[in-house]
């Protein structure tokens, strides 16, 4: 069964400084990874998606990397802005059933200036 | 343009009523999810529709049933509310299977 996690939990930091955001999935068996932003009181945004075959993807600042053998993927978030602050989540579509998103505990990150 | 809207925003009901969120996309989508975010903000897919036709059905409990009517609008109706079921759910959409996912911007339901 596959499973998401997220590190860490929670994260406060000065603007400007770079980030790392840590996800880890249990099944190395998977379709694509997709990693979202949710702001308060909203949806999800997806903010960059990894195909299996691929070993990251780059948005503007963030750049997402995947390792699948190791069942990690990472999103470095350059030179942090307030605006950045949000909920961050990982989610991976598992090759055992690529109809259903499995999702992370989420990083809540705050950025302040 | 709201891509996936969702109605009602918010909705706060007593416990044993029955209630419908009701959820459209304008975005061209063959895909539709309906998620379930709890308080400690883990999201989990609830149902997803495939053309219409229901492609996942995760541990619901069957008072919950999702209606399409079209590829456009997944609804879902909740029977006998319980305080359990207080908690966002979301409505997605994508372009087919295994493609990303737009969403709602959800539906709080509180129960009393």
């Known amino acids: 069964k596959q499973e998401v996690t997220q590190i860490p939990a929670a994260l406060s930091v000065p603007e400007g400084e770079n980030l790392v955001l840590n996800c880890s999935f249990t099944?190395?068996?998977?379709?694509?990874l997709q990693w979202f932003r949710q702001d308060p009181g909203k949806g999800l945004t997806s903010l960059l998606l990894i195909q299996s075959s691929q070993r990251e993807q780059t948005s503007g600042r963030l750049n997402a990397s995947l390792d699948k053998s190791s069942g990690r993927s990472t999103l470095y978030i350059a030179a942090s802005q307030p605006g950045d602050s949000a909920t961050y989540l990982c989610?991976?579509?598992?090759?055992?059933?690529?109809?259903?998103?499995?999702f992370g505990t989420g990083t809540r990150l705050q950025v302040f200036p | 343009d709201t891509a996936v809207s969702q109605t009602p925003k918010y909705l706060v009901t007593q416990m044993g009523n029955d209630k419908s969120i009701k959820c459209e996309q304008n975005l061209g989508h063959d895909t539709m999810y309906w998620y379930k975010q709890d308080s400690k903000k883990f999201l989990k897919i609830m149902f997803s529709y495939n053309n219409k036709e229901l492609i996942i059905n995760e541990t619901v409990p069957n008072r919950f049933s999702p209606k399409s009517p079209d590829k456009a609008h997944l609804n879902l109706h909740i029977n006998s509310l319980e305080l359990g079921d207080s908690a966002v759910y979301f409505c997605?959409?994508?372009?087919?299977?295994?493609?990303?996912?737009?969403f709602g911007d959800g539906t709080r339901l509180s129960i009393l």
């Open positions: 099944d190395s068996a998977i379709y694509n």
């Open positions: 997605a959409s994508s372009l087919s299977r295994n493609q990303p996912q737009h």
């Open positions: 989610a991976v579509f598992p090759f055992y059933n690529t109809d259903k998103l499995i």
